[in-house]
C-alpha cells in the first residue's frame, strides 16, 4: 500500500492538474477563462436528452396564444443575448408550482403557476431574461466542472492525510457551503443579465424587481424563509433592491426611458388560465378519485395519501407499508404489458388470472415482493394501465 500511495497520488494530481489545463474555455458572458469541462456539443446533447424527461414528468400545458407569445419573446431575446447561435426552445409545464428554470443546450421552462402570477408582460420577460442568463453563462456546466475539479481534490486529500480523513464530515460541510454561495453568484449574475436582456428588447425591468416582492410573500406565507447562506438563492428582499438599482443603471446608460409594462395585454392573454391543480389530471371528490381525460375512477381508502402526476398516480397509507402504482404502459397488449411488468420490476409470480374491471380486459397478479398489479386494456386505446 505504501508503494501505490505514491504513484496514485502523483496519477491523480497530474489528472487534476490535465482537467485544469485543458477544460479552460472563454465565457460568452464575462470574456473571462474559466474551468469548463463540458464542451458545447456535450452541453446541446445534455439539453436534447433532459427535454423529453422534463416533459413526461409534468406535461405540456397546451395554450396557443400563450405558447406563441413566449416563443417570441423568447426567440428575440436569444438573438441579442451572448449566445444568439443557440437554439432556443421555450415550453410552459402543466404544473401549478411557481416555478421557472432552464437546462443546457437553450431549453427553457416556465410552468402555468408562474405564468399566473405575473402581473404584466415586463415581469414576465425579466424573469426570461435570467434563464436565458443562465445558458449564455453556462451555469450549469461551469457548476459540473467544479464539482469535479473540487471533488478530486477532496479524493486526493483522503487519500494522503490522515487528519483530513478525520475532519472529512466538516471538509463535506464546508465544500457544501461553497458550491452554495457558486450557486447564489450565478442567480446575482442571472439577475443582472436579465435586466439587460429584458432591457434591450424594450421592457422595463423594474417590474422584474417588482416581481421578487411577490416571491417574497409567496416564501412568507409558505413559512420557507431560511437564513441566506444556506440557500441557493440570494434572498428575494435583497434581489428586488439589486434589480431595481441595475435597472435604474441600465435605462440610464443605453438613455431608455417610456419603456414596455404590457399590464392589461398579459392580463388578456392569461385570463382562463387554470390555477392550482388541474382537474384534467385528476381529482379526489368524496374519497374518491376521478380522471375525467382517461374516463376512470376508484376510492381513496381513509387515511391515504395521493399523488398525483401525468406519468403516474400514487396512493399510499401514511406509515407507508403499501402502495398502489397506476401508470401506462408502453405496450399496445394487455399480454405484452404483463410481460414487460414482470421483467421490469424483477417480479416473480405467485399466483394470476385474467379478470374484468368493468367489462374491460384485465390481468391481476401476486408476486413474491407481495405486490398486488392490476392491468387493464381500454377498448378504445391502445394504452395499459398498471
Same mark, same amino acid.
Given at each position: 500500500?505504501? =508503494?501505490?500511495?505514491?504513484?496514485?497520488?502523483?496519477?491523480?494530481?497530474? &489528472?487534476? @492538474?490535465?482537467?485544469?489545463?485543458?477544460?479552460?474555455?472563454?465565457?460568452? @458572458?464575462?470574456?473571462?477563462?474559466?474551468?469548463?469541462?463540458?464542451?458545447?456539443?456535450?452541453?446541446?446533447?445534455?439539453?436534447?436528452?433532459?427535454?423529453?424527461?422534463?416533459?413526461?414528468?409534468?406535461?405540456?400545458?397546451?395554450? %396557443?396564444?400563450?405558447?406563441?407569445?413566449?416563443?417570441?419573446?423568447?426567440?428575440?431575446?436569444?438573438?441579442?443575448?451572448?449566445?444568439?447561435?443557440?437554439?432556443?426552445?421555450? !415550453?410552459?409545464?402543466?404544473?401549478?408550482?411557481?416555478?421557472?428554470?432552464?437546462?443546457?443546450?437553450?431549453?427553457?421552462?416556465?410552468? !402555468?403557476?408562474?405564468?399566473?402570477?405575473?402581473?404584466?408582460?415586463?415581469?414576465?420577460?425579466?424573469?426570461?431574461?435570467? %434563464?436565458?442568463?443562465?445558458?449564455?453563462?453556462?451555469?450549469?456546466?461551469?457548476?459540473?466542472?467544479?464539482?469535479?475539479?473540487?471533488?478530486?481534490?477532496?479524493? @486526493?486529500?483522503?487519500?494522503?492525510?490522515?487528519?483530513?480523513?478525520?475532519?472529512? +464530515?466538516?471538509?463535506?460541510?464546508? /465544500?457544501?457551503?461553497?458550491?452554495?454561495?457558486?450557486?447564489?453568484?450565478?442567480?446575482?449574475?442571472?439577475?443582472?443579465?436579465?435586466?439587460?436582456?429584458?432591457?434591450?428588447?424594450?421592457?422595463?425591468?423594474?417590474?422584474?424587481?417588482?416581481?421578487?416582492?411577490?416571491?417574497? =410573500?409567496?416564501?412568507? =406565507?409558505?413559512?420557507?424563509?431560511? $437564513?441566506?447562506?444556506?440557500?441557493?438563492?440570494? +434572498? *428575494?428582499?435583497?434581489?428586488?433592491?439589486?434589480?431595481?438599482?441595475?435597472?435604474?443603471?441600465?435605462?440610464?446608460?443605453?438613455?431608455?426611458?417610456?419603456?414596455?409594462?404590457?399590464?392589461?395585454?398579459?392580463?388578456?392573454?392569461?385570463?382562463? /388560465?387554470?390555477?392550482?391543480?388541474?382537474?384534467?389530471?385528476?381529482?379526489?371528490?368524496?374519497?374518491?378519485?376521478?380522471?375525467?381525460?382517461?374516463?376512470?375512477?376508484?376510492?381513496? *381508502?381513509?387515511?391515504?395519501?395521493?399523488?398525483?402526476? $401525468?406519468?403516474?398516480?400514487?396512493?399510499?397509507?401514511?406509515?407507508?407499508?403499501?402502495?398502489?402504482?397506476?401508470?401506462?404502459?408502453?405496450?399496445?397488449?394487455?399480454?405484452?404489458?404483463?410481460?414487460? &411488468?414482470?421483467?421490469?420490476?424483477?417480479?416473480?409470480?405467485?399466483?394470476?388470472?385474467?379478470?374484468?374491471?368493468?367489462?374491460?380486459?384485465?390481468?391481476?397478479?401476486?408476486?413474491?415482493?407481495?405486490?398486488?398489479?392490476?392491468?387493464?386494456?381500454?377498448?378504445?386505446?391502445?394504452?395499459?394501465?398498471?
Amino acid at each position: 500500500m505504501k =508503494r501505490f500511495m505514491p504513484q496514485f497520488i502523483t496519477t491523480a494530481a497530474m &489528472t487534476i @492538474v490535465f482537467l485544469f489545463l485543458s477544460g479552460c474555455a472563454v465565457n460568452p @458572458v464575462t470574456g473571462k477563462k474559466q474551468l469548463v469541462l463540458v464542451s458545447e456539443a456535450q452541453e446541446l446533447a445534455m439539453g436534447q436528452q433532459y427535454d423529453p424527461s422534463i416533459v413526461a414528468q409534468f406535461g405540456l400545458y397546451e395554450d %396557443e396564444k400563450l405558447q406563441a407569445f413566449i416563443n417570441e419573446k423568447g426567440k428575440q431575446m436569444g438573438a441579442i443575448s451572448h449566445r444568439p447561435q443557440l437554439n432556443y426552445q421555450f !415550453r410552459i409545464l402543466d404544473s401549478p408550482v411557481i416555478n421557472a428554470f432552464a437546462v443546457p443546450g437553450g431549453y427553457v421552462y416556465f410552468t !402555468r403557476g408562474i405564468m399566473a402570477h405575473f402581473n404584466n408582460e415586463a415581469e414576465f420577460a425579466g424573469v426570461l431574461g435570467h %434563464e436565458v442568463g443562465h445558458i449564455t453563462a453556462r451555469h450549469s456546466v461551469v457548476s459540473m466542472s467544479k464539482q469535479q475539479l473540487y471533488g478530486g481534490l477532496f479524493m @486526493v486529500g483522503m487519500v494522503v492525510s490522515e487528519e483530513f480523513r478525520q475532519f472529512a +464530515d466538516v471538509g463535506q460541510q464546508a /465544500l457544501g457551503m461553497l458550491f452554495l454561495k457558486f450557486s447564489r453568484n450565478d442567480e446575482s449574475q442571472s439577475d443582472e443579465l436579465g435586466v439587460d436582456y429584458s432591457t434591450q428588447i424594450g421592457y422595463d425591468s423594474h417590474e422584474m424587481a417588482n416581481f421578487f416582492g411577490v416571491l417574497k =410573500r409567496q416564501m412568507e =406565507r409558505r413559512g420557507q424563509r431560511i $437564513p441566506e447562506f444556506q440557500s441557493t438563492h440570494p +434572498d *428575494p428582499a435583497n434581489r428586488e433592491q439589486r434589480v431595481h438599482e441595475l435597472s435604474t443603471q441600465y435605462q440610464k446608460q443605453r438613455g431608455m426611458s417610456n419603456l414596455k409594462i404590457g399590464r392589461e395585454s398579459y392580463l388578456r392573454m392569461i385570463d382562463g /388560465l387554470i390555477y392550482g391543480e388541474d382537474p384534467r389530471q385528476g381529482y379526489v371528490d368524496y374519497n374518491t378519485f376521478f380522471h375525467p381525460v382517461l374516463k376512470f375512477y376508484f376510492p381513496v *381508502p381513509p387515511n391515504w395519501k395521493l399523488v398525483n402526476s $401525468p406519468q403516474m398516480v400514487q396512493i399510499a397509507p401514511q406509515d407507508g407499508k403499501a402502495v398502489i402504482l397506476m401508470t401506462l404502459s408502453k405496450q399496445n397488449t394487455l399480454q405484452a404489458a404483463v410481460q414487460a &411488468t414482470l421483467q421490469e420490476d424483477g417480479l416473480q409470480v405467485i399466483e394470476q388470472s385474467n379478470t374484468t374491471v368493468n367489462g374491460l380486459q384485465a390481468h391481476a397478479m401476486l408476486s413474491t415482493v407481495k405486490k398486488i398489479l392490476m392491468l387493464s386494456l381500454n377498448r378504445s386505446s391502445n394504452s395499459s394501465p398498471n
